[in-house]
């Protein structure tokens, strides 16, 4: 008896939200109207421990949280109430598991149905377009953040009651946030420094690390491995892209930071042998796609900084919680520069040859990508006082949805905070999926023109 009347509303909604929207008009619909819920209510006066943010603030902090960035321009620790960390926290679970698939999820646990065009959205966001059974992506989605948020809380929970003699409901909620939070790689934190009080203590720093990599290598790649974990051969062309390519820069990343912050007394100069690796591994992690430190980043020498910039930009495996052009979008660059280099006709990956519109879609989020940094950055700088390295680095940050700042954000003007949240909107939506939903439609061309070329080079 009751199950109709709901059925109705949630169609009456779904109709409401998606009447007439192409699944990427969806998704940045519906981020737009959660980040504007979000702001709200971070501008209640109980979201605030004292004077209540101003609409800056909220904007900023909703953006960086359901963006999964973790720039912040307020002190979250000290600035915010139990009631808006927890609507952060909220908005940080809703932007790593996606808004189109939470809406998925919830028609399925109230109308027990999908449309056609939730279906569409859904696998949208997700890019699982080959997945035939789109209720069962919704709840393996769920079930797999749950899963693994709710490991890594566990351990993080023992680890502050046993280490640091924190109380039950205190070691709760404090391990249960940084779980969601480095799950989604978002890079929020309950400490005024981050993570840096915990630099030595492999128990906190490495189950964090290894939430940071399973959010960022991506939901499909998850997914391929629990299934085929056993036969590599049988793997996709994305998966044998995200794994081997996560492991090798992960690796470059360690390496780097290690050697080249070894002996800077600001950064991990200062600690012992086994924490430097300890911060070098942690700092590695976080620049790829979350904004932990556990070390003053501000502090680190330029070459790392610049290395961290491009680690950044690059980002992680696609439709997950990390950002950056993706490392599927560099590898399809690099096949296609390697192709030419070698004087070939088509561009082959494992066996399989790839199509020219994924070279199209590759080399256009780069550029778009590169261009929406750069005009950012020179914004930026007319603004400020700050040096190119300063704003480019918060820039990428920004873009990239990695949250990691030399500190420099806070003391940005507010035209040019709006400026980085606009960043962190378009870089966690893609400039591609941001574009086709703001195009009016779709131009059929029946005839094409003849073919001439340009001199290259």
């Known amino acids: 008896m009751l199950r109709a009347p709901v059925r109705a509303r949630f169609t009456w909604v779904q109709r409401f939200m998606h009447h007439r929207l192409a699944p990427a008009q969806s998704i940045v619909t519906g981020f737009g109207v959660v980040l504007l819920i979000g702001t709200t209510l971070l501008l209640?006066?109980?979201?605030?421990?004292?004077?209540?943010?101003?609409?800056?603030?909220?904007?900023?902090?909703?953006?960086?949280?359901l963006c999964v960035t973790g720039l912040v321009v307020v002190d979250t620790a000290a600035f915010w109430s139990p009631f808006g960390i927890a609507v952060i926290a909220a908005l940080i679970q809703l932007?790593?598991?996606?808004i189109m698939m939470f809406a998925a999820l919830v028609g399925i646990a109230l109308a027990r149905r999908m449309s056609v065009r939730a279906r569409l959205n859904a696998t949208a966001e997700a890019k699982a377009f080959g997945e035939p059974n789109v209720r069962r992506l919704a709840r393996n989605i769920f079930f797999t953040s749950i899963c693994i948020e709710a490991v890594v809380a566990l351990i993080l929970i023992?680890?502050?009651?046993?280490?640091?003699?924190?109380?039950?409901?205190?070691?709760?909620w404090h391990g249960v946030f940084h779980a969601?939070?480095?799950?989604?790689?978002?890079?929020?934190?309950?400490?005024?420094?981050?993570?840096?009080?915990?630099v030595d203590d492999p128990w906190l720093g490495l189950p964090m690390c290894a939430a940071i990599v399973l959010g960022g290598i991506g939901f499909p790649v998850l997914r391929e491995l629990a299934r085929e974990w056993r036969r590599p051969l049988h793997w996709s062309m994305n998966t044998r892209i995200v794994l081997p390519g996560t492991i090798a820069?992960?690796?470059l990343s360690i390496a780097v930071v290690t050697v080249t912050e070894w002996n800077n007394p600001d950064t991990l100069g200062e600690l012992d042998p086994a924490t430097r690796v300890l911060a070098g591994v942690f700092s590695a992690v976080q620049m790829r796609t979350a904004g932990f430190n556990s070390v003053d980043v501000g502090a680190m020498h330029d070459q790392t900084l610049l290395f961290t910039d491009i680690m950044m930009f690059i980002g992680g495996g696609p439709a997950g919680t990390a950002g950056g052009i993706k490392l599927t979008t560099v590898a399809v660059l690099w096949f296609i520069v390697w192709t030419e280099l070698r004087g070939g006709a088509a561009v082959n990956i494992f066996g399989k040859r790839l199509s020219r519109s994924v070279h199209r879609e590759a080399i256009s989020v780069v550029?778009?990508?590169?261009?929406?940094?750069?005009?950012?950055t020179l914004a930026l700088l007319a603004m400020t006082e700050f040096t190119l390295d300063q704003v480019l680095f918060e820039s990428v940050s920004a873009f990239a949805t990695v949250g990691l700042s030399i500190g420099i954000t806070a003391d940005v003007p507010e035209a040019g905070q709006i400026i980085l949240a606009m960043l962190m909107f378009l870089g966690r939506l893609g400039?591609?999926?941001?574009?086709?939903?703001?195009?009016?439609r779709e131009?059929?061309?029946a005839y094409e023109l003849p073919k001439e070329r340009p001199v290259i080079g």
């Open 44 to 65: 209640l006066p109980i979201a605030a421990t004292g004077t209540p943010a101003t609409p800056v603030e909220a904007l900023f902090t909703a953006t960086s949280a």
């Open 249 to 251: 820069l992960l690796a």
């Open 431 to 440: 400039p591609l999926t941001l574009g086709s939903a703001l195009a009016l």
């Open 180 to 198: 969601v939070s480095a799950f989604n790689n978002a890079g929020f934190a309950l400490y005024s420094d981050s993570m840096m009080g915990f």
């Open 158 to 172: 023992v680890r502050f009651m046993v280490g640091y003699g924190y109380e039950l409901g205190q070691a709760i």
């Open 367 to 376: 550029l778009l990508s590169f261009a929406a940094v750069a005009a950012a």
């Open 95 to 98: 932007g790593g598991l996606g």
């Open 443 to 445: 131009r059929r061309i």
